[in-house]
């Protein structure tokens, strides 16, 4: 029996395409530097979502915090996600 191999094509053209664009843009990105002030403010944040708007200065503060851990079955290895953001918008008349 012969197997078809445009859908076989078709996949790994789409897979190829995308870990080429995968690799182009890794290539392009600049490494950057760990900011310690920046890791101490987001370790100090608490979790949930805050926002806070400054008159005097014109601007929203926002920042959020999520922590989660993750386990893979009920005995089986975990992993702890925690993801921060700290955002600031300025509006200034010029």
Do not use: K
Not at 11 to 18: D, E, F, K, S
């Amino acid at each position: 029996m012969p197997v078809p191999l445009a859908p076989i094509a078709a996949t790994a053209a789409r897979y190829g395409a995308i870990a080429l664009a995968g690799y182009v843009i890794a290539r392009q990105m600049e490494r950057g530097r760990v900011d310690q002030r920046a890791e101490d403010a987001m370790d100090e944040l608490p979790e949930g979502l805050t926002g806070h708007h400054a008159r005097d200065r014109q601007q929203w503060n926002m920042a959020g915090r999520v922590r989660r851990v993750v386990r893979l079955g009920e005995n089986g290895p975990g992993f702890e996600i925690d993801a921060s953001l700290l955002g600031r918008i300025r509006v200034r008349r010029v």
